[in-house]
């Protein structure tokens, strides 16, 4: 660079001597200088023009060499080069430093080796360079180059009209621009106002220092040290009026609000430390993207409109929203509305504390969420988990796992378990792998899901008292229900399973030895006497009587027991694998079989007692009847026949049936000995007969129907597990 000015400064000077010299040459003008007040023993040309060392040369009015050393020049109206091989070219021009050079009316050069060209430039210190109108270099090696340019630190460089370098080593490039010690500004209007900032685009301004600004009308703000905006009007500071307000959604208190999925904004939160100083706010910031705003201590914004509120937010996406301290919101118009929660996908929505959604279209309002999926809607509640796309819930501390699977309060949830009796409380959440039908609102439209359920597999066998169960302990247990008959006792005072108690004496003291302390006391007095069975390690009181084994609180059979006192499991499929788990619905069905098993057979017994009345055959020797018998709902027909071998054999055989397939058999035979009796007599016998069978028929009856009841009960006992 010195190279190139130090030569274009020879061309110059020569070829403006020589001009003016044959000018003058040619005319009479150089006579009329030498005789009008021209002075020194130099070159002087022109009235009141000073020369006075040897080699200097002053030409034009007023033009002075003043004390001037070796070769220096003056040319033009009042010029002036004033130290040694200064050169001054044009009217009131000034080159008052040693070898500096002042080319233009009013140009200045005052510091050494300066150069200043153009009309009012001016380079006042050594080594600079200024060109243009009003230019100017104020500090050493500096350059200034357009018009109105300013040049003021130590090696700054400022090109362009109205271009300034205010400090060292800045570098401002283009119209208007603006930049700070060892800062860069490239683009018409851009500044970089701080220490090593960088000013990239058209009007783009840094503010932060060691910034980074790149793209048309981008901003770092005061504060913004570290920061980066790159793209067309990304921005890093402070929110601004334009930035959209936030209204938090309702928090769903009575666990029934049916919500509308929609596109919303939070109220940022407060009371987070952002930066130790108050003058690095938006340190360390990055909007990256057209129109990407970063607005807080160490956040990052990159996607097309994308904002980093608050601290240490990340923002990635178009239109994605951070905000929230330590929030991430990755994906189109992902948001986040509080602190430490993070929306990841399309359209997602984190409006929560710690809450985590991942998915496209996937919405959060609540603390302690967590939604996997697409769709996955957890609004109002919270320390809820739903995995699956299309998942809800509607009550905190739930768990929803399946596609489209839904844990929603219902009036069940005002009910007493089932058997047990337990009260439920909705706060304490589900677990559910289904749904029941229901409808949604989805986007402004309304979407149907049918009812769905699910099975539960490859489920181990529960050992405390809130595990769960499979259909292996179950049907286990149903082989280990024991059936005490009245009247039964035991010499040794306990009673192994599997073996039988036959005793003619009074009832007394119960043990029963499992192997794992399950016991049995007898208490109460006389006609009010009752068997409580307990286990040793849970003390869990039960009671036996006539009817079978009542479980007080909480089904208990071993110390492998399966019982559910705490969440209740909704939606289970029906269970057909040993370890599948079985539903309410199965074991009911069981109960209904049992309970249409015995009122028919009920029912078969009332129509064969109806034949035994029917019969005559004094003077026929077959007959043929019929019997209707009705128990509990159940209906059920038998035929009959009977068939007099002689006066003193008789045969007779009943069917009786109900329904398709349920069947039930009698048959008897009577005959009479000793001498010929009468006819009547006859009757009498067999009518006695008749009774005594009736008798007997009643007896066996009842003995079935008390085994039935004891069935009853100890199925019972297996439900309320």
Known sequence: MKKIFSRRKRLIVMGTIFAVMGSLLSTNIVWAALNDAGTGTGVAFGTGSKAPAPSAIALGYGANTIDGKGSIMAIGTNASAQNAFATAVGSNSTASGNRAMALGPTATASGEKSIAMGFKGTASAKNTLAIGESSGASNERAMAIGTGAQAKGEDAVSYGSSAEASGAQAVALGVSTEANEQGIALGAGSKAMTKQSIAVGAVSVINGQYGIGMGRNTKVIAGGQNSIAIGNESYVGAPDSTTPTITTPPENQNYDVDYTISERYETPPEGDTVAANANETYKNSIALGFTAKSFGFQTTAIGSGSEAHDANTIAMGISAV????????????AHTGFANSVAIGHYTEAYGEESTAIGYHSHISGVNN??????????????S????????SLLNNSVVLGNGSLATPSTDFDKAAYL??????????VVSVGNVAYTATINGETESFEENTRRIVNVAGGYADTDAVNVRQLRTLADRVVTVYSGGSDESGSYVAGSTINSTGTLSTLAFDFGDGLKAAEVGEEGDKRVFVSVDSDYIQNVLNAAGVTIADGPTVTKELVDINGQQIHSVADGTSVNDAVNLGQLRGVESKLDKKIEK????????????GTYDLDNKSTAITAGLGYYKGESALALGVAHRINDDVRVNAGLSFSGNSDTMINAGVSWSVGSGASTSSNIRKENQELRDRLANQESRLQAQQAEINELKAAMQAVLNK
Do not use: C, P, W
């Not at 951070?322 to 118009?333: H, M, R, T």
């Not at 988990?385 to 809800?392: D, I, K, L, M």
């Not at 057979?601 to 035994?612: D, I, Q, R, V």
């Open 385 to 392: 988990v739903a995995v699956g796309s299309h998942t809800r």
């Open 420 to 429: 047990s009796g337990e009260a439920f409380d909705k706060k304490q959440g």
């Open 370 to 383: 967590v939604a996997l999926g697409n769709y996955v809607s957890l609004l109002g509640v919270s320390d």
């Open 601 to 612: 057979t009920g029912a078969m017994s009332a129509a064969l007692a109806a034949l035994n």
């Open 322 to 333: 951070a905000k929230g301290n330590y929030s991430v919101a990755i994906g189109q118009q």
